[in-house]
């Protein structure tokens, strides 16, 4: 277990090294810079600015100088907001977008595996269909249409929540649902078809013939195999929920760090974008391998240590 | 159930799918024929903005005064376009990489799934953007050296299609492996492995009937994710650009100009029931597919 843990935490610097190697190459691939504007700079100034940013010189020692930076934990300035660094940005909008996703994990998760279950054990009948519409529903509105409904009847029909904002426990509950509810309406989906299938399986039929009841054989013997799907899908839920989004962030004016994913992009402002990079990609992996542990401990039918 | 049925059989006997089926047809043909059965003027661009729906604008018009029907189901056209193409790269990608990673386990497996750890942890959004920016000029430029420049504005769909395809098939190919390490250690594979079958009659008589369920139930999970992924990309503005219009475009367009001042329900409505009926269908379809195929519940 622990050469295991320890393999794949080497594993990690490889992977993180990798992503940031493509990341770099891939912003130098993109046409433009970031001092591009209207107006041309004049040559002695944008040498000074590439200067500053630490741009000039040749690529490859750009990227090496970089490197150097990262392991001394040094994410350099942002390029548009000048004069910040990204450490500074990031520490600023992670925790706000931290909060609200993990808000959010725990709505998504919780509730796509109860109604997911819930739609199984009572296949065919109403409570299933009900669910699943409402699943259905879930996953083919786009969020930008689900906030401003939310907004629409919450807010403005019926004031009972704020618009938008932050800081109090109310602004929480609209961005958290908007955020969540495709992702519950996935689980619901992948645990309530996975769990079809477990309830076919030997293993649910001794359970059966041993009298044990409907609750104890669904939610004790099959919830435990049905949820492997569920699991590998929860690492990069979690990845891409912790790090924002740039659509629910900007319906509800949350100061959170979502828009540095595209916004650095089109600013072309590189150690930004490399900055967010570098922060999903290890919360993605820490995640997998937390995912791998957890699915080698619920199905023992998988080894993982050979 | 004694009767054995076949797949095609319980496919037909399942009124979800056949509701769904005929919705599909419709959008399909609308999205073919409808822009081509309208007033060539209803898609230009003209003085009556925002009039509610009427006799002759079924759906209103918006913003620029254009026939909302007509661009719905221009939307139709690139959505389904970009989410059936797209989807399908990413499932053949998804299976055949998942499949062998699975299958070979070991060394192979590993290699194979730390490329699908980096993959995976460059965020798909940042992928999408950067792809999509350093590509756009490289196919202008390839087009207009081959004298099609009649097709640029679809360039955008090709590179739409291209990227989300290509950065779709990762959970595939996590969804396929978890599955074919999961059958390879069954009783049934194991069994006809030691009276010595070849690895093609393993693939394919055991493992891909076996994980065509869920792969399936993924399939149409990705169509609708790709509608919605371009719907995404349309809104932050890097998506299809206007005169071209998809269902995500209208429905960012809507968003924008909809409040509860200035009450143009009709740009938001139609657009979303467009959208979500497809959706809608294409999930009960693929789960009657599911139900259908599902070997285990055969018979």
């Given at each position: 277990m622990i050469r295991f843990i320890a393999k794949r935490a080497a594993g990690l610097v490889v992977v993180?090294?990798?992503?940031?190697?493509?990341?770099?190459?891939?912003?130098?691939?993109?046409?433009?810079?970031?001092?591009?504007?209207?107006?041309?700079?004049?040559?002695?100034?944008?040498?000074?600015?590439?200067?500053?940013?630490?741009?000039?010189?040749?690529?490859?020692?750009?990227?090496?100088?970089?490197?150097?930076?990262?392991?001394?934990?040094?994410?350099?300035?942002?390029?548009?907001?000048?004069?910040?660094?990204?450490?500074?940005?990031?520490?600023?909008?992670?925790?706000?977008?931290?909060?609200?996703?993990?808000?959010?994990?725990?709505?998504?998760?919780?509730?796509?595996?109860?109604?997911?279950?819930?739609?199984?054990?009572?296949?065919?009948?109403?409570?299933?269909?009900?669910?699943?519409?409402?699943?259905?529903?879930?996953?083919?509105?786009?969020?930008?249409?689900?906030?401003?409904?939310?907004?629409?009847?919450?807010?403005?029909?019926?004031?009972?929540?704020p618009v938008g904002g932050w800081g109090t426990l109310q602004s929480l509950i609209l961005p958290s649902i908007t955020l969540a509810a495709p992702y519950a309406a996935y689980i619901a989906r992948l645990t309530r078809s996975s769990m079809l299938e477990v309830l076919t399986e030997d293993f649910i039929r001794t359970a059966r013939a041993k009298g044990l009841s409907n609750v104890v054989v669904i939610y004790k013997h099959g919830l435990r195999v049905a949820i492997l799907p569920v699991v590998s899908f929860l690492g990069p839920l979690a990845a891409n929920l912790l790090t924002g989004s740039i659509i629910v962030e900007s319906i509800f004016s949350i100061p959170g760090a979502g828009g540095f994913f595209v916004n650095s992009v089109l600013n072309r402002d590189g150690f930004l974008l490399a900055g967010v990079v570098i922060v999903y990609c290890s919360l993605l992996v820490l995640f997998n391998l937390l995912v791998d542990i957890v699915y080698g401990l619920l199905d023992r039918r998988i080894s993982l240590y050979d | 159930m004694t009767e054995h049925r076949s797949p095609w059989v319980k496919l037909h006997r399942n009124p979800a799918v056949i509701v769904s089926f005929a919705i599909l047809v419709v959008a399909a043909l609308a999205a073919a024929l409808g822009p081509a059965l309208m007033p060539a003027t209803a898609g230009e661009v003209t003085r009556n903005s925002f009039l509610p729906p009427s006799a002759q604008h079924w759906f209103g018009t918006d913003l620029n005064g254009r026939d909302l029907l007509y661009r719905v189901m221009l939307g139709a056209q690139i959505s389904l376009i970009v989410g059936v193409t797209g989807a399908l790269v990413s499932f053949g990608v998804g299976i055949v990489y998942g499949l062998i990673a699975g299958y070979a386990g070991g060394q192979t497996d590993s290699i194979m799934m730390r490329l699908v750890d980096i993959l995976y942890a460059i965020p798909r959004l940042i992928f999408l953007l950067v792809l999509i920016t350093a590509l756009d000029p490289l196919?202008?430029?390839?087009?207009?050296?081959?004298?099609?420049?009649?097709?640029?504005?679809?360039?955008?769909?090709?590179?739409?299609?291209?990227?989300?395809?290509?950065?779709?098939?990762?959970?595939?190919?996590?969804?396929?492996?978890?599955?074919?390490?999961?059958?390879?250690?069954?009783?049934?594979?194991?069994?006809?492995?030691?009276?010595?079958?070849?690895?093609?009659?393993?693939?394919?008589?055991?493992?891909?009937?076996?994980?065509?369920?869920?792969?399936?139930?993924?399939?149409?999970?990705?169509?609708?994710?790709?509608?919605?992924?371009?719907?995404?990309?349309s809104f932050l503005g890097v998506g299809v650009q206007a005169p071209l219009a998809s269902w995500g475009l209208l429905l960012s367009d809507a968003a924008q100009v909809i409040n509860p001042i200035k009450g143009y329900w009709w740009l938001l409505l139609f657009p979303v029931i467009a959208m979500s009926m497809t959706l809608l269908a294409l999930n009960f379809l693929g789960d009657g597919l599911r139900d259908a195929l599902d070997p285990r519940q055969r018979g």
């Amino acid at each position: 277990m622990i050469r295991f843990i320890a393999k794949r935490a080497a594993g990690l610097v490889v992977v993180l090294f990798c992503v940031v190697s493509i990341t770099f190459f891939l912003i130098h691939l993109m046409p433009g810079g970031p001092f591009d504007r209207e107006r041309k700079l004049p040559e002695n100034i944008e040498k000074q600015l590439l200067a500053k940013y630490k741009l000039d010189g040749p690529i490859f020692e750009q990227y090496v100088n970089y490197l150097g930076d990262l392991l001394h934990g040094d994410l350099r300035l942002s390029t548009k907001y000048r004069n910040r660094s990204v450490n500074e940005i990031l520490a600023q909008s992670l925790p706000v977008s931290g909060l609200l996703g993990s808000i959010a994990f725990c709505l998504a998760t919780v509730s796509g595996v109860v109604l997911g279950s819930l739609a199984a054990a009572k296949q065919q009948t109403w409570i299933d269909r009900t669910a699943m519409l409402a699943a259905l529903f879930a996953i083919s509105l786009p969020s930008f249409v689900i906030g401003p409904l939310l907004v629409l009847i919450f807010a403005i029909d019926f004031p009972v929540l704020p618009v938008g904002g932050w800081g109090t426990l109310q602004s929480l509950i609209l961005p958290s649902i908007t955020l969540a509810a495709p992702y519950a309406a996935y689980i619901a989906r992948l645990t309530r078809s996975s769990m079809l299938e477990v309830l076919t399986e030997d293993f649910i039929r001794t359970a059966r013939a041993k009298g044990l009841s409907n609750v104890v054989v669904i939610y004790k013997h099959g919830l435990r195999v049905a949820i492997l799907p569920v699991v590998s899908f929860l690492g990069p839920l979690a990845a891409n929920l912790l790090t924002g989004s740039i659509i629910v962030e900007s319906i509800f004016s949350i100061p959170g760090a979502g828009g540095f994913f595209v916004n650095s992009v089109l600013n072309r402002d590189g150690f930004l974008l490399a900055g967010v990079v570098i922060v999903y990609c290890s919360l993605l992996v820490l995640f997998n391998l937390l995912v791998d542990i957890v699915y080698g401990l619920l199905d023992r039918r998988i080894s993982l240590y050979d | 159930m004694t009767e054995h049925r076949s797949p095609w059989v319980k496919l037909h006997r399942n009124p979800a799918v056949i509701v769904s089926f005929a919705i599909l047809v419709v959008a399909a043909l609308a999205a073919a024929l409808g822009p081509a059965l309208m007033p060539a003027t209803a898609g230009e661009v003209t003085r009556n903005s925002f009039l509610p729906p009427s006799a002759q604008h079924w759906f209103g018009t918006d913003l620029n005064g254009r026939d909302l029907l007509y661009r719905v189901m221009l939307g139709a056209q690139i959505s389904l376009i970009v989410g059936v193409t797209g989807a399908l790269v990413s499932f053949g990608v998804g299976i055949v990489y998942g499949l062998i990673a699975g299958y070979a386990g070991g060394q192979t497996d590993s290699i194979m799934m730390r490329l699908v750890d980096i993959l995976y942890a460059i965020p798909r959004l940042i992928f999408l953007l950067v792809l999509i920016t350093a590509l756009d000029p490289l196919v202008r430029k390839a087009m207009a050296i081959y004298g099609l420049q009649t097709l640029t504005g679809y360039s955008k769909v090709f590179i739409l299609v291209l990227c989300l395809g290509m950065t779709e098939w990762l959970t595939m190919a996590r969804i396929v492996r978890g599955q074919v390490l999961s059958l390879k250690s069954r009783i049934f594979v194991v069994a006809s492995r030691s009276i010595g079958q070849s690895h093609k009659n393993i693939i394919f008589q055991h493992l891909l009937p076996n994980l065509m369920g869920p792969a399936l139930v993924y399939l149409t999970l990705t169509v609708p994710a790709v509608i919605l992924d371009e719907s995404f990309l349309s809104f932050l503005g890097v998506g299809v650009q206007a005169p071209l219009a998809s269902w995500g475009l209208l429905l960012s367009d809507a968003a924008q100009v909809i409040n509860p001042i200035k009450g143009y329900w009709w740009l938001l409505l139609f657009p979303v029931i467009a959208m979500s009926m497809t959706l809608l269908a294409l999930n009960f379809l693929g789960d009657g597919l599911r139900d259908a195929l599902d070997p285990r519940q055969r018979g």
